[in-house]
């Protein structure tokens, strides 16, 4: 007797077209002929219009061919879009419009998230070294200094990349400000950014504790002080940043804590949200076009 087949798993099964695809058995927007195979068309194959490019051969339908070979996932970049459908908003996000008249001044946003990405590799390799204990805090870098193989450069990378940061943080921050860009419908963005400001000094700061040398210290005790001294909530933070009433060796490794996880963390979270708003509502316009363009529509008016 012929056993029947069984049916498939709810994976194998054929997925049905996605809409505007064309119907299956003529092939969907996969390639995949709606059977969940990916079709060969490569001309001279059977799924193929069975002509070859060659020279002396039949006139290939360029077009189609083109059309059909854009169907088909392509390696890495299709079996991922196939398993995530990122290609969307990947695309969105490359061709988006952007205003004519964009200049240098539209990178600074972008130099930011670098010197940010710089900071975080360079920091991981400086935590592999770093000790968070009073008495080992500064021999460690000490050592990543002296005895580690580009130990001086990465540190350095690390110390003044901060300080870039910083700089190119207030440039972008201007270049929106005297570009209009903190108007209407980007409000939201501005005030991620501030706190997106906000949170790179705190890394600073915090960062300047770490080595634990008598600079490092004191600078510390004093900005501790300075936030203690605010109203109503100001010995709360102070404490909180004490880890205590006294700087302690906690005070160290609350201090490391903020500036390896905390802060990153909630730095990469609001870059990601920042980022999604600029790709959706686009960037500013120059206020040289726009200046340009309200006197063109006054002139028609008159
Ligand atoms: C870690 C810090 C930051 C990163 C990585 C970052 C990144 C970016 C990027 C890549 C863009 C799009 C390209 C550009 O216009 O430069 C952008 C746009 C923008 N950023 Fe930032 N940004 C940061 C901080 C800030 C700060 C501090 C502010 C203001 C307080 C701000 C306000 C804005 C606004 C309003 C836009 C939209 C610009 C427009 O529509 O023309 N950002 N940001």
Do not use: C
């Amino acid at each position: 007797m012929k056993l029947p087949t069984p049916p498939l798993p709810r994976a194998l099964k054929p997925k049905p077209g996605r809409p505007g695809s064309r119907p299956p058995g003529n092939g969907d927007a996969n390639g995949t002929g709606g059977n969940g195979k990916v079709r060969d068309l490569r001309p001279g194959t059977p799924d193929g219009n069975g002509e070859r490019p060659s020279k002396g051969g039949p006139r290939v339908d360029r077009e189609r061919f083109k059309e059909q070979a854009l169907e088909v996932p392509i390696g890495v970049a299709g079996w991922l879009d196939e398993r995530s459908g990122m290609s969307p908003f990947v695309r969105g996000l490359a061709y988006r419009k952007v205003p004519r008249g964009t200049n240098w001044w539209y990178t600074l946003g972008s130099a930011t998230m670098f010197a940010f990405v710089a900071q975080a590799v360079t920091g991981v390799f400086l935590a592999m070294y770093y000790n968070p204990a009073p008495s080992e805090a500064y021999e460690s870098i000490t050592h990543i200094t002296n005895d580690l193989f580009l130990g001086e450069f990465v540190r350095g990378m690390h110390k003044w990349g901060s300080t870039v940061m910083v700089i190119l943080i207030f440039l972008h921050m201007a270049r929106t400000f005297f570009f209009g860009a903190y108007k209407y419908p980007r409000e939201l963005n501005w005030v991620i950014g501030v706190v997106l400001l906000v949170l790179t000094l705190a890394m600073g700061l915090s960062g300047y504790l770490l080595p634990f040398d008598q600079r490092g210290f004191w600078a510390t005790v004093v900005a501790v002080n300075i936030n203690a001294s605010a109203p109503v909530m100001g010995p709360y933070i102070a404490d909180f940043l004490r880890g205590g009433s006294e700087f302690t060796a906690t005070t160290l490794s609350r201090f490391y804590s903020i500036h390896m996880l905390i802060i990153p963390g909630l730095i990469a979270a609001l870059i990601g949200a920042h980022l999604y708003l600029v790709a959706k509502l686009g960037t500013t316009a120059p206020p040289w076009l726009k200046a340009e363009k309200a006197k063109a529509l006054n002139q028609e008016e008159l």
